[in-house]
């Protein structure tokens, strides 16, 4: 069983609606949790960042970590085509060094 | 503010020859960590450098090394290449005064052993 699972889609959906991406975890140790944006061919690109449990909105962008469940989701609100993109969820144990990734979500949005 | 850059874009090689990709954080980092991205695959976690040594290995065997220099830059050295050494090679940058958890990646080397 991997660490980090998170479902690789293809996920497809009109533009404007509300996109949910998800990953489970099994290492009750992970305190950091971050989401990476990552265009074809390019380096992921750091989206989003929360420590521990709660809710963390910037702009159209909502992470909620619940960790008595293992499970970190992003919401993106008015999805945009530039959104279209591969979404990587990134764990880490606190004061380690070494992010563990899910697999990726390949998300497009259509016009 | 130059980001984390990394050398080459893109490199073939053939079975058995060693290669070494180089990179440079962020402004104002210290810390330096290298992934493997296979095709269709989340990063895996190579090595982290720190104070020019390696503080920290992921699962990858000896023929993967590096090398932290004084101004922080750092290399990642691949001896005796397999065809499954084929792969976007990531590097990533952070401040261990401002917490090491926040890493900022570069656009990646593309290795393709042939």
């Known amino acids: 069983q991997k660490e980090v699972e998170q479902d690789p889609g293809p996920l497809s959906v009109p533009e404007g609606a509300i996109v949910s991406l998800n990953c489970t975890y099994s290492?009750?140790?992970?305190?950091?949790f971050m989401w990476y944006r990552q265009y074809s061919r390019k380096g992921p690109e750091l989206l989003m960042y929360t420590y521990s449990s709660g809710n963390k909105e910037d702009g159209r962008f909502t992470a909620q970590v619940d960790k008595s469940s293992k499970y970190i989701s992003l919401f993106i609100r008015d999805s945009q085509p530039s959104d279209s993109a591969t979404y990587l969820c990134?764990?880490?144990?606190?004061?380690?060094?070494?992010?563990?990734f899910g697999q990726g979500t390949r998300l497009t949005i259509n016009p | 503010d130059a980001g984390v850059t990394q050398s080459p874009t893109h490199l073939i090689k053939t079975r058995g020859q060693q290669v070494t990709l180089r990179c440079s954080p962020k402004s104002g980092h210290d810390t330096v960590s290298w992934y493997q991205q296979a095709l269709g695959q989340g990063p895996q976690f190579i090595f982290q450098y720190y104070e020019e040594e390696e503080r920290q290995r992921g699962n990858f065997p000896d023929r993967f090394s590096g090398h932290q220099y004084p101004n922080y830059s750092s290399e990642l050295n691949v001896n005796a290449l397999l065809l499954g050494d084929s792969a976007l090679y990531l590097c990533a940058s952070s401040s261990t005064g401002q917490g090491q958890e926040t890493q900022y990646f570069g656009p990646g080397t593309r290795l393709l052993v042939l």
């Open positions: 990134a764990m880490s144990v606190q004061g380690a060094q070494k992010l563990v």
């Open positions: 290492n009750s140790a992970f305190q950091y």
